[in-house]
């Protein structure tokens, strides 16, 4: 099973530089000889959760020809991101409770669970109490063991950069215990936020952040300062590749 993985397009139509980096990477993944079978997409589609933005930046994705999953960032209402998806996308997976925009996909070999965090204006986000609940009821119901891949659009470890670090939540500690507690059938924790890929380990369990499609952002920059974004950074995704009971991730640069 192949899942490649976009994060943090920011799709703003002003940005026409940002639109067609998403176009050329959305081309090259069609044209990989290896095939998705699922694209992930880790949060952040539209800038500053511009509702409008929504159904061009799906004329965009619908034209991968794999099928794809999304999550919300904190550029992503959550209800004006669901409304999009009942009309732009209507078989991705929809929540159960029409509030926040999580599910469990169990279409593939691996299980995929897409979590919510988006809080207005606060850019680490939340995983609320109800969130966290539902997201340990469905990790302990899986009595056949079947791994799983769960979507975050934060990366929930401390990263080195002090504008991101500055933003760490209290329940990311939240967050990263049930992981823990679930370390035998969770096999990755998939994110974005940071503009770039970082990855590193929940107890035993891969934290890995996927490139923005847009732009990259400066890291390991101490201060608390907005960091610098890096806009000619070559372009780049992930590829998880989920194969005799192991993840291997490869990163695909564009020329
Ligand atoms: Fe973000």
Redesign the pocket.
């Known amino acids: 099973m192949n899942i490649f993985h976009l994060s ?1 397009i920011h799709y703003d139509p002003k940005n026409q530089e940002g639109i067609r980096k998403l176009q050329k990477i959305i081309q090259n993944i069609n044209e990989q000889i290896t095939k998705p079978d699922v694209v992930v997409i880790t ?2 589609l539209v800038w500053k959760c511009n509702k409008e933005f929504y159904a061009p930046c799906f004329k965009e994705l619908n034209k991968l020809q794999a099928p794809y999953l999304v999550i919300t ?3 992503d209402d959550s209800q004006d991101l669901q409304n999009a998806l009942k009309q732009f996308a209507p078989s991705h997976p929809q929540s159960e409770d029409n509030r926040k925009l999580q599910y469990v996909c169990d279409k593939f070999p691996v299980r995929i669970i897409g979590l919510d965090t988006f809080k207005a204006n606060i ?1 680490g986000g939340d995983l609320s109490e109800e969130s966290r609940l539902w997201l340990e009821q469905k990790l302990a119901d899986n009595s056949e063991g079947k791994p799983t891949i769960i979507l975050i ?1 934060q990366y929930t470890l401390p990263t080195g950069s002090g504008f991101f670090d500055r933003n760490a939540a209290p329940w990311y500690k939240k967050f990263n215990q049930i992981i823990e507690k679930h370390k035998d059938t969770v096999k990755l924790v998939l994110c ?2 940071l503009h770039n890929s970082l990855s590193s380990q929940i107890s035993t369990v891969p934290i890995i952040s996927g490139f923005s499609t847009n732009w990259g952002e400066e890291l390991l920059n101490p201060s608390n300062s907005d960091p610098k974004r890096d806009f000619k950074r070559p372009l780049s995704y992930l590829i998880h590749r989920w194969e005799n009971g192991r993840f291997t991730t490869y990163v695909a640069e564009l020329s």
């Open positions: 943090d949060g952040d960032g904190n550029h850019g659009h974005g936020h």
